[in-house]
């Protein structure tokens, strides 16, 4: 049998994520975030095929303070959920290792028994570079799960500061996991992060940390009364799980759903979604047009010289930056 030439690749893995194989899937993810030339090319072609079949899923983005037990709680509900005759792909983003660029927790074994199950795929990606705690194809990612038939898509981030904000603008609903406390413990979770969440859940109410549990769930429920609401639609619950105890797993599911129901009827799934298309094109362009600028031999000959003056505080950074956008423009000086 001939081998497969470059140009056939993106066929080939279109056709075994669209018949759900799980390596096909593992091989397309591995391409989307090649940064190779000749890689991306591909994986645009792949993009194209599969496009037009993903879109079916419910996406969660799943973000939290340190320690509040996110993968605990992802394999609980995953557990669940499949449990429901579903299928969950889970995009776990860690942190990369400074060496190698690989990710460091490898969330698989943490979430051992969900990655043991046939219904539930779960692939870790370095954040690498990327601000915000979030891998950069993820997004691409979602929609080969999507098309390979996964029924709900959960993106867990590593929390870093801008992580909430990148998750909310990929997934249909944002989850908050907080950890037991009361009172001071408020003034960790800022604001804005509230006010992106669409469900709130403090985890870890279980034995000794109950009451501080209850506490906390009323704390954050009176806290949202002062804030402006993320939808009209929809008012932000706020609840106590113990997902080592898979205590009130099954209520967060049924909240899920009714979460879905709600956004759908009033078409808030369709109106997040466009918005979330529209910034990605715009984060691809920006990411197409620094990849040429740094590509440009102009720019490349010029950038030592240039750089070396503004740290000398001989040329500001302004007019340095538009004397390289003149040389990538190939405008005259």
């Known amino acids: 049998m001939a081998a497969r030439t470059p140009e056939q690749l993106p066929e080939k893995l279109a056709q075994g994520v669209l018949a759900g194989q799980r390596r096909a899937l593992a091989r397309a993810i591995t391409l989307i975030e090649s940064t190779r030339a000749d890689h991306r090319e591909q994986a645009v072609r792949l993009l ?58 490898g969330d698989k074994t943490r979430m051992e028994r969900l990655s043991r199950d046939s219904r539930a795929f779960i692939r870790p990606s370095p954040a690498g570079r990327t601000l915000g705690g979030v891998a950069r194809r993820t997004r691409e990612t979602i929609l080969l799960c999507e098309a390979a038939g996964f029924d709900l898509v959960l993106v867990e981030t590593v929390g870093v500061g801008q992580s909430e904000i990148a998750v909310a603008e990929m997934t249909d609903m944002f989850l908050l996991l907080l950890l037991p406390g009361g009172g001071d413990d408020l003034q960790g979770i800022k604001r804005g992060i509230m006010e992106m969440a ?84 715009w984060n691809e362009i920006q990411d197409g047009l620094m990849t040429a600028f740094r590509a440009a031999a102009a720019v490349n000959s010029a950038l030592p010289a240039v750089e070396q003056q503004v740290a000398g505080q001989a040329l500001p950074p302004t007019v340095a930056a538009q004397r390289l956008l003149d040389l990538f423009l190939d405008k005259s000086s």
Do not use: C
């Open 198 to 281: 669409d469900l709130i859940l403090v985890n870890k109410a279980d034995g000794d940390l109950l009451p501080a549990a209850n506490r906390t769930v009323s704390d954050y429920r009176n806290a949202l009364r002062l804030l402006h609401p993320k939808s009209k639609h929809w008012q932000v619950p706020v609840r106590g799980i113990s997902s080592l105890q898979q205590r009130g797993v099954d209520e967060v599911w049924q909240t899920v759903g009714e979460f879905w129901r709600s956004m759908q009827e009033h078409g808030e799934i369709e109106r997040r979604r466009a918005e979330q298309a529209r910034a990605w094109l």
């Open 48 to 105: 194209e095929l599969l496009s037009p079949h993903a879109g079916g899923a419910t996406r969660i983005g799943i973000s939290g303070v340190p320690g509040a037990g996110k993968s605990t709680f992802i394999e609980a509900f995953g557990l669940h959920v499949i449990e429901q005759g579903r299928r969950i792909a889970v995009l776990s983003v860690d942190p990369s290792s400074a060496l190698s660029g690989g990710s460091v927790l």
